[in-house]
């Protein structure tokens, strides 16, 4: 795990979950189904963690019966971010959630479970006790790279002022390096913000 997550990770107020049990309830991934089981069976360790965990619903309908809102929820992003295929979509349930909401393997829960939500930009249940800590780390990001950008427009001022070959080179490779930083959040829209 990366520099970023551990410190995310290390933030995260736990405290704020409400223990509902929808995030276990009807879970779904950026990869289908038969893409999750294609990496399984190249012993893709977080593909392996997570079938051993979750059971895919036999249809979006399913899922949509146990938590309609959530699921309704999750379609609404993808289809904004154009990111929606029925064919592609799957929902999850976590095998070992109990009918309190506890988890029967808490102790053992594999990190996976312990890192949840694991992103700023994790899609949780509307209500969820993270919602509005996501959206703070979320804001936290964009304006990192708000002032990345800034720095790029100053780099590029600075490169109009000078000549001397080693300092274009240092200011090439800081550029790199703010660009290398931007590439991360794409997905997210880094370049739009």
């Known amino acids: 795990m990366g520099i970023y997550e551990d410190n995310y990770l290390s933030k995260r107020p736990q405290e704020l979950c409400h223990m509902c049990g929808r995030c276990c309830r009807v879970v779904t991934t950026s990869k ?14 977080g593909a ?5 965990i979750f059971v895919p619903y036999p249809s979006i309908e399913a ?12 379609i609404s992003l993808l289809k904004e971010d154009g990111n929606y295929d029925p064919n592609k979509t799957s929902f999850y349930y976590c095998k070992y959630l109990l009918d309190n909401n506890l988890c029967s393997i808490y102790e053992e829960r594999p990190e996976l479970c312990r890192h949840c939500p694991c992103t700023p930009w994790a899609i949780v249940p509307p209500g969820c006790g993270f919602e509005g800590w996501l ?4 804001e936290k990001v964009k304006e990192k790279i708000r002032k990345a950008k800034e720095e790029l427009l100053e780099l590029k001022l600075l490169k109009t002022r000078n000549t001397d070959e080693n300092i274009l080179k240092k200011i090439s490779s800081v550029e790199h390096k703010i660009h290398s ?7 997210y829209g880094s370049y739009d913000w």
């Not at 392996?48 to 051993?52: G, P, V």
């Not at 899922?63 to 929820?73: I, K, M, P, T």
């Not at 930083?181 to 997905?187: D, N, Q, R, V």
């Open 63 to 74: 899922a949509r019966a146990v938590d309609s809102e959530l699921v309704d929820n999750v």
């Open 32 to 45: 289908s189904y038969e893409e999750l089981k294609e990496l399984e069976a190249k012993n893709d360790n």
């Open 48 to 52: 392996c963690e997570f079938l051993k």
């Open 181 to 187: 930083t931007i590439e991360l959040y794409k997905k």
């Open 135 to 138: 959206f703070l780390e979320r």
